[in-house]
RNA sequence: GGUAUCGUGGCCGAGUGGCUAGGCUCAGCUCUGCAAAAGCUGCUACAGCGGUUCGAAUCCGCUCGAUACCUCCA
């Protein structure tokens, strides 16, 4: 039995995985920032750390998984004025930044939910954590590693490189960052161009500010993060993980942050996947390639050709590893749909077959195969979560699953035990690990009877040889989206688009 | 410009130096009243050029190409 071991962003290669306390693990992802709707890229960070939270508690292990929302900074809405160029506007008119945020939050978790992601154990948000936020800026003040400018306080970059590996996860060179030519806002108050903001102070027109010992402002890009982690899961926990953009300049700081508040490193793993492109492109607003969730969902965007299933969606992302760059295309997401779908049916076909009353095989070659794919399953997440190769495993079964309810493969053919294996490791891995459901639930039980009704009567159509009538009940239940399949010995199964 | 990553068959994609990845598409066959579904078979690739090695898609070098980060970003 292999043990898990996961590429680690920061060594840049693959280790063991060791929690710090044996048993329990501390997972931390960065999550929304909700001043818009989810979007198909949002999907993979939060369905990749789906995954390996799933597996980390299929493991054994206690998981608390904390993931934050990001709801404060500067808010703005498409379509709609920000709050501070309308000013005079009645109190109902004014951009409301609560709005915003209750808005594309409950979005986002009708989103998670329609991937069918666990809840993280802990959702805090920036805005309920502006406290702790300061005493940790207050506390890395008073260790000399930032100073104070009219009311906005810096991270003193240069002299954290000075002593610790700045640039280490992100494989940034100090000396590179500190000759950046570009100009930012705000610029002139830092002492050098790499430092970054702990705490900004708000202009009159800001909405969001907070009283602080530098007077009203609102925390900086980086320092929620580190400070919601350490509150929950300690100042050096084992896991954290986000999108490959985040690395820097995000990570790195909080790396440098943490290191001086809590004087130690805080994350033994981080982790981060890549990015989904379009046409070869990462999608960004600054592209305008955005596809939004409810998009995706309903089929409603001009690159669409049709709506996309959540599974489907899930199940594309979970075929390529998360450390890829994944290109969207209506092709691919099509070819994921059918293979979906006929890797659930197997699955379901091998749920109603009868368990075989053999306990030795009868074809001990394609037993031991049947295993050894069972088995490989666990090989392939330890070995980094490759879902990818889960997936292959079970498509490996489908072919004998089916070909036993097809007469292809004797019945017999595996032992009873192999035959349960199956059944459990589809269960364990498809659903439970994986987090895969069927695209159609809950099929209505007067359907069914009716759909039953039917194929009575057309069996009794094709009994008398009445093919005319036979296949128009087959042609118009198909019109219906409802495919009738013939199956040997005369029983008919249908399947719903 | 700097720093990385990547370049796999019609398409998507996994690949730990030697053994069929897998999915989708396509073609043929079996089954079938005809279909569909299912099963079987076939299409056998690793950007290019060198090098290391008994052996490289996998390691090294160069060239070409693509993308990402360096700015909010999943």
Redesign the pocket.
């Known amino acids: 039995m292999s043990e898990l071991h996961l590429y680690n962003s920061y060594s840049?290669q693959k280790e063991k995985f060791e929690p710090i306390t044996p048993g329990h693990v501390g997972l931390y992802v960065?999550?929304?920032?909700v001043s818009?709707e989810s979007?198909?890229?949002?999907a993979?960070?939060y369905i990749t750390f789906d995954v390996v939270n799933r597996y980390l508690q299929h493991l054994g292990n206690k998981v608390r998984y904390v993931r934050n929302i990001?709801d404060a900074?500067h808010f703005e809405e498409e379509g709609r004025e920000a709050e501070d160029k309308v000013a005079k506007k009645a109190l109902l008119e004014m951009l409301e930044p609560m709005e915003l945020v209750h808005k594309y939050t409950s979005l986002y978790h009708w989103g998670m939910q329609e991937f069918n992601c666990l809840e993280p154990s802990i959702e805090p948000t920036a805005t309920g954590h502006i406290i702790e936020q300061i005493n940790m800026i207050e506390d890395i003040i008073a260790k000399g590693y930032a100073y104070e400018v009219n009311g906005s306080v810096y991270f003193d970059v240069k002299k954290y490189a000075s002593e610790y590996p700045y640039g280490k996860l992100?494989?940034?060179?100090i000396d590179?960052?500190l000759e950046?030519t570009?100009e930012?806002e705000g610029q002139e108050e830092k002492r050098d161009?790499a430092d970054?903001a702990l705490w900004k102070n708000a202009p009159p027109e800001h909405i969001m500010r907070w009283k602080s010992p530098w007077g009203e402002g609102f925390p900086g890009?980086h320092i929620e993060c580190s400070a919601m982690s350490s509150k929950y899961l300690g100042q050096r926990f084992d896991i954290h993980g986000?999108?490959?953009?985040?690395?820097?300049?995000?990570h790195e700081s909080e790396i440098a942050q943490s290191t001086i508040a809590h004087g130690c490193a805080p994350v033994n793993y981080w982790m981060h996947?890549?990015?989904?492109?379009i046409e070869?492109?990462?999608?960004?607003?600054?592209?305008n390639n955005v596809i939004k969730l409810t998009e995706l969902f309903s089929g409603n965007h001009p690159m669409l050709e049709q709506p996309y299933h959540p599974m489907v969606i899930r199940f594309?992302i979970l075929?390529?590893?998360y450390r890829?760059?994944?290109?969207f295309?209506n092709?691919?997401l099509?070819?994921?749909e059918?293979?979906l779908r006929?890797l659930w049916?197997?699955y379901e076909v091998l749920q109603k077959l009868p368990v075989p009353a053999n306990a030795e095989a009868a074809d001990a070659a394609l037993d031991a195969n049947i295993r050894t794919f069972c088995h490989n399953c666990a090989d392939d997440m330890n070995?980094?979560f490759?879902t990818?190769?889960v997936?292959?495993n079970l498509?490996?079964l489908?072919?004998?699953?089916?070909?036993i309810?097809?007469g292809?493969?004797k019945a017999g053919a595996i032992s009873s035990a192999t035959h349960e294996l199956m059944l459990h490791t589809f269960k364990t891995y498809l659903e439970d690990i994986l987090g895969l459901k069927p695209l159609q639930q809950n099929r209505d039980a007067k359907l069914d009877a009716v759909l039953q009704l039917v194929i009575e009567m057309r069996k009794e159509a094709?009994n008398r040889k009445d093919?005319a009538a036979?296949?128009k009940i087959?042609d118009m239940l198909a019109a219906e989206g409802i495919?009738?399949?013939?199956?040997?010995g005369g029983e008919m199964s249908y399947s719903i688009d």
């Open positions: 840049r960065c999550g929304p920032t818009g979007h198909l890229g949002h993979r960070p990001t900074g992100s494989g940034r060179v590179d960052l950046t570009r930012l161009r970054f890009w986000g999108g490959m953009d985040l690395q820097f300049p995000h996947n890549n990015m989904i492109t070869g492109r990462k999608m960004g607003k600054s592209y594309y075929q390529t590893h890829s760059t994944l290109d295309s092709e691919a099509q070819a994921s059918k293979a006929r049916e197997a070995d980094d490759n990818a190769r997936l292959a498509f490996e489908a072919p004998t699953i089916n070909g309810k097809g292809q493969v094709r093919y036979s296949d087959r495919q009738l399949k013939d199956e040997k």
